[in-house]
């Protein structure tokens, strides 16, 4: 347990639907907060306005809530840190950067975008890593005047060596990381980046910081892609006074060909996968896995199974691959222990290109229960369950279906199922087992021989669902015209 308050916080972008990189940073962030008492909190970095949209914060809010990471304080529940919407946060901003002017560890920039761009390009030309020149640093005020004369506006800058210098004996800036223990970097290296633009717009990193701090937020834990923004955001944070939270980072998620994990990989949003047929409750023990491996070996366990054994100290430092394949092992584990009511209101919306007012909801949850067993994502209920709505095809199964074996059985069983009462299933099990029987005996032929030629002829199919539930759904007048209709090809 830490003894400090624990706050902490996922703060997405939405610029797209919720990543699934994301969901497993918010998870993380969750059980975290879980495990300490402590607070989760969910903020919306929306300040690149251009990016954003609000379908895609409304995306971001469902898939989280969908998963089960509900949060303690957001923009739609609250708390008293908020507003929790960076674009609602604009009029705090500025005082901070009259803070850092005045301190000095900020100044006014001038230079143009093609200035900069200049910069850059001699920067590639002679090889070598491109760092703010610092042009700007020194500038009086009547060069500013004269500047602002020219209708220039200056983007303020953050200026790295003077907070350095100020809060550490060398250029060095070491952190101590939750996840990837000391990590260090020379500070010389950092250009003067950009706090706020000339149109008066925060930028990430300076927005982050002073959200964050007034947030109260004691550990920053997200992907290693930020870890060149935290010594940046260390040095904001030391530099207006703030206390610099305890930050960890977590390994990157790559596909299974070891390349950053993207669409042409398969789903990559939350909503895309549930779109597939993937159950959040697997989604969420699977993006767990990433990085975290349970102290006693058993990978399939709920959310708050997972809390309990969960410690940041012991999350893996290194990239995790995302095994598309065990994720679907693992949704067809979950698909299977799933309450057959809920499996069946998460599956009927797949179904919607049938007519599914053909069977009462008992007989849809018996259409569910009988076929979950083999799938791993629900749209591969649409095969598996066709027949039962639609006539079956009878092209994969015609060879079959004309073998003389076959023939032989579907003489018999047209007369037979005329008999058989379709209402009491232990009754149509027996049958089904004596028919079997007579032929084995008779004429040598394999039980389950006989089964496929009668599967076939009411399913258009060699494999599926039981056999005796299959004719119980359908009714003996449909069974009846399907096996007339298959002996017709
Ligand atoms: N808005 C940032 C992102 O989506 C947040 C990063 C952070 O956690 O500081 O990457």
């Known amino acids: 347990m830490i003894d400090e308050k624990v706050r902490v916080r996922i703060a997405p972008s939405p610029s797209g639907n919720l990543h699934i990189g994301t969901a497993r940073t918010a998870l993380f962030n969750f059980l975290f907060a879980k495990k300490n008492h402590g607070k989760f909190i969910l903020r919306i970095e929306d300040t690149d306005a251009e990016r954003t949209s609000q379908e895609y914060v409304d995306n971001i809010f469902d898939s989280l809530k969908a998963l089960g990471l509900n949060w303690d304080e957001g923009p739609d529940v609250g708390g008293n840190y908020g507003p929790y919407t960076q674009s609602q946060r604009f009029d705090i901003y500025p005082k901070y950067v009259q803070e850092l002017l005045d301190k000095g560890f900020a100044y006014e920039c001038f230079c143009t975008p093609e200035e900069l761009e200049a910069e850059k390009e001699l920067a590639t030309k002679n090889k070598q890593a491109y760092v703010y020149s610092k042009k ?51 500070t010389n290296l950092i250009g003067d980046f950009v706090i706020m633009k000339s149109n008066g717009s925060p930028t990430y990193n300076f927005a982050v910081v002073i959200d964050d701090a007034l947030m109260e937020i004691s550990h920053v834990i997200r992907g290693e892609d930020h870890i060149s923004n935290t010594y940046k955001q260390i040095l904001i944070f030391e530099a207006l006074g703030f206390k610099v939270p305890k930050f960890g980072h977590l390994g990157m998620i790559l596909a299974p060909d070891r390349s950053k994990l993207s669409k042409r990989h398969g789903a990559t949003a939350v909503s895309d996968f549930v779109k597939e047929g993937y159950l959040t409750e697997a989604l969420i023990n699977f993006v767990a896995l990433l990085g975290w491996a349970p102290s006693d070996g058993e990978e399939i366990k709920p959310v708050d199974k997972i809390a309990e054994d969960f410690r940041i100290g012991e999350i893996s430092s290194s990239n ?142 060699t494999r599926g669902a039981d056999m005796v539930a299959i004719l119980e759904l359908l009714g003996k007048d449909e069974t009846i015209a399907r096996i007339e209709a298959s002996r017709k090809i």
């Open 136 to 186: 700007c640093e020194n500038l009086t005020e009547e060069d500013k005047e004269k500047l602002r004369k020219e209708g220039r506006k200056p983007a303020i800058r953050f200026n790295i060596a003077k907070a350095q210098k100020a809060f550490h004996n060398s250029s060095i800036l070491e952190f101590d990381d939750l996840v990837k223990g000391k990590l260090h970097v020379d």
């Open 320 to 461: 995790s691959i995302f095994e598309y394949d065990k994720l679907k092992w693992m949704n067809g584990q979950y698909i299977n222990k799933m309450d057959l009511a809920k499996l069946t209101d998460l599956a009927l919306p797949f179904l919607n290109m049938y007519d599914l007012n053909k069977y009462t909801r008992k007989q849809l949850e018996k259409i569910i229960e009988i076929t979950r067993e083999p799938i791993t994502l629900l749209k591969d209920l649409v095969y598996d369950t066709q027949y039962f709505f639609e006539k079956p095809d009878y092209t994969e199964v015609k060879e079959l279906l004309n073998s003389d074996l076959s023939k032989d059985v579907l003489d018999k069983f047209t007369e037979e199922v005329k008999t058989y009462d379709f209402n009491n299933s232990e009754e149509l099990h027996n049958k089904l087992a004596d028919f079997r029987a007579y032929f084995k005996e008779q004429k040598g032929y394999k039980p389950k021989e006989t089964m496929w030629a009668i599967r076939a002829a009411v399913t258009g199919r």
